[in-house]
C-alpha cells in the first residue's frame, strides 16, 4: 500500500532564506507526484505536477524535483517570504486518478 | 478563472442523522472526486466519479455513503447516517481528464461537517 510522508513536520524560516521540503513515496509506480499548498481552513492550491518521466518543474520562486527511482521529490522555495506561510501538501496519482497524500509540511516565514 | 465551489460551508448535525454535502465541479471536466481530511490528519481519498458513475472508492467509503450527479452541474455526497468519527473536513475536487496523467484536480474550499 502507498505511502507518502513528509518531513519536517513543520518549519518556520527567517524572510529571504531558501528552503526545502521533502516528500517520499514508498511505492515508485507513480503516474505523476504534485505539490498542493494548503491555507488554514481553505481548500487545496496545485503547484506543481511532475509526471513519473519528468525530473523536475519550475514555477516562479517554486522547483520540485522527483527521484522515481528513490521514491522522492523536494520543493524547493527561494527567497521566502511571509506569504508562502502556509501548508505544504506532496500527493502522488498511483492507480487510477485519486490522490494519495502526506500529511504535510507546515511553513511559517517570519519578517 | 474557474473554480470548484461547495455548499454549505459549515454544517452541523446530529449522529444519525442524513446530510448532503453539495458541489459545483469546473464544467466540462470528466472527473469529480470527494476527499476529506479529519483534523490534523492527511487529507484522504474517498471516491471518484466518471461516465455517471463510480470509477474508484477506497474502503473509508462503505454504505453509508453514495454520491450522485442529480443534473448536469452538482456533485453531491450523501452520508446517511452520520456518526461522531465522520466529522471532518470534505473536499470536492474535479479533473479535466483528457490528458488526466498532465493535469491536476482543482478542489473547492470544503465543508467542515461537525457530528454532535
Known amino acids: 500500500k502507498q505511502e507518502v510522508t513528509q518531513i519536517p513536520a513543520a518549519l518556520s524560516v527567517p524572510e529571504g532564506e531558501n528552503l526545502v521540503l521533502n516528500c517520499s513515496f514508498t511505492?515508485?509506480?507513480?503516474?505523476?507526484l504534485q505539490w498542493f499548498r494548503q491555507d488554514p481552513g481553505k481548500g487545496l492550491t496545485s503547484l506543481l505536477l511532475i509526471q513519473s518521466s519528468q525530473r523536475e518543474q519550475t514555477s516562479g520562486r517554486l522547483n520540485a524535483s522527483l527521484d522515481k527511482s528513490s521514491g522522492r521529490s523536494t520543493l524547493y522555495i527561494a527567497a521566502s517570504q511571509p506569504g508562502d506561510s502556509a501548508t505544504y501538501l506532496c500527493?502522488?496519482?498511483?492507480?487510477?486518478?485519486?490522490?494519495?497524500f502526506g500529511k504535510g509540511t507546515t511553513l511559517s516565514v517570519s519578517s | 478563472e474557474p473554480e470548484v465551489t461547495q455548499t454549505p460551508s459549515h454544517q452541523v448535525t446530529q449522529m444519525g442523522q442524513e446530510v448532503i454535502l453539495r458541489c459545483v465541479p469546473i464544467s466540462n471536466h470528466l472527473y469529480f472526486y470527494w476527499y476529506r481530511q479529519i483534523l490534523g490528519q492527511k487529507v484522504e481519498f474517498l471516491v471518484s466519479?466518471?461516465?455517471?458513475?463510480?470509477?474508484?472508492k477506497s474502503e473509508i467509503f462503505d454504505d453509508q455513503f453514495s454520491v450522485e450527479r442529480p443534473d448536469g452541474s452538482n456533485f453531491t455526497l450523501k452520508i446517511r447516517s452520520t456518526k461522531l468519527e465522520d466529522s471532518a473536513m470534505y473536499f470536492c475536487?474535479?479533473?479535466?481528464?483528457?490528458?488526466?496523467?498532465?493535469?491536476?484536480?482543482?478542489f473547492g474550499p470544503g465543508t467542515r461537517l461537525l457530528v454532535l
Open positions: 511505492d515508485s509506480a507513480i503516474y505523476n
Open positions: 466519479f466518471y461516465n455517471n458513475e463510480i470509477s474508484e
Open positions: 500527493a502522488v496519482n498511483q492507480a487510477g486518478t485519486a490522490l494519495i
Open positions: 475536487a474535479s479533473l479535466g481528464g483528457r490528458e488526466w496523467v498532465q493535469e491536476t484536480q482543482y
